[in-house]
């Protein structure tokens, strides 16, 4: 076996917890967070927040001791996969998360749209609209806005930011 990255899901709010436990039994964990403002009864205070909610990675390889000791880890969920079989994450995508932290950049949360999503527009002069995603670029996109009844339908290109899942 080989070092892979797993993503662990883990109980709300338990993010850090689970972070600091398991870097105590000397896995290599990746938690990525970013600096957001957060409303007290007086006053504004920046704190961290997890990028991805809920989530945090693990590189291991992942034998049944392993396995064992990131699941009876105090707030773990479980590790994400298929049919109760943990699937790695490639590292190209960790590697890209953590190139862009590093860098300075703050990122914004995306939704993850697939071509053919029926998705509604939550920006903009089409505000409302509902139709169907098709990917044009990876900055915009086309949505597709039929008439069923009557077998027709329209496309308005679109950012894809614009948009989220309906």
Known sequence: MSLNWYAVRTRSHHEQKVHDILMGKSFNVFYPTIDAWSRRKDRKKRVKRPLFSGYLFVECELDNYAWLE?????????????????????????????????????????????????????????????????????????????????????????????????
């Open 70 to 166: 990131i699941k009876k880890t105090h707030g773990v969920v479980n590790l994400v996969g298929f049919s109760d079989r943990p699937e790695p994450i490639p590292s190209e995508q960790i590697h890209s998360i953590q190139t862009i932290l590093n860098a300075g950049i703050i990122p914004r949360p995306h939704p993850y749209l697939n071509e053919g999503d029926k998705v509604i527009v939550i920006e903009g002069p089409l505000k409302g609209a509902i139709g169907i995603y098709n990917r044009f670029d990876h900055v915009r996109g086309k949505l597709i806005v039929s008439l069923d009844l009557l077998g027709r339908s329209v496309e308005v290109e679109i950012e894809s930011w614009a948009v989220e899942q309906f």
